[in-house]
């Protein structure tokens, strides 16, 4: 059966490994998916990742490693969806609403790549936001 959002399952993924304290949690690798990953790496919010070969399907996996800070606590306390595949939600960069008074970070896909809301704000330019992470 086809996955309509695969975004929103990676995200849903993580959100759940990370409540449950998992070490590492696996998402079949995409692009787009690459590159969410590496900004949520950038961030802070993720401790690393890698490809890996997929042991029950063909294809490659992406390992996600998460991250705890000293109480074991995920660093990650809120993954919200926001731009869905029936609703579409578009930006400019003046327009990018800040997550929890800027304690939080909007992911956006631009003509420059995919970014964190601070890096589409300088390059002034803006696109469809993704996921908002806190």
């Known amino acids: 059966m086809a996955m309509t959002d695969p975004i929103a399952d990676m995200l849903t993924r993580i959100r759940n490994a990370a409540q449950a304290r998992h070490e590492s949690v696996d998402v079949?690798?995409?692009?787009?998916?690459?590159?969410?990953?590496?900004?949520?790496?950038?961030?802070?919010y993720l401790q690393e990742f890698k490809k890996v070969k997929a042991k029950n399907r063909a294809g490659e996996d992406l390992r996600i490693q998460l991250r705890?800070?000293?109480?074991?606590?995920?660093?990650?306390?809120?993954?919200?969806?926001?731009?869905?595949?029936?609703?579409?939600?578009?930006?400019?960069?003046?327009?990018?609403p800040p997550i929890r008074k800027g304690l939080g970070v909007n992911i956006l896909s631009t003509p420059k790549g995919v970014l964190a809301d601070r890096d589409a704000q300088k390059a002034k330019v803006g696109g469809e936001l993704i996921c908002a992470v806190w």
Do not use: C, M, N
């Open 68 to 96: 705890f800070d000293k109480e074991h606590k995920p660093v990650i306390s809120g993954l919200k969806r926001v731009s869905k595949p029936s609703i579409r939600v578009y930006v400019g960069f003046q327009e990018i």
């Open 28 to 44: 079949p690798w995409s692009r787009v998916k690459e590159q969410i990953v590496k900004v949520l790496v950038a961030e802070g």
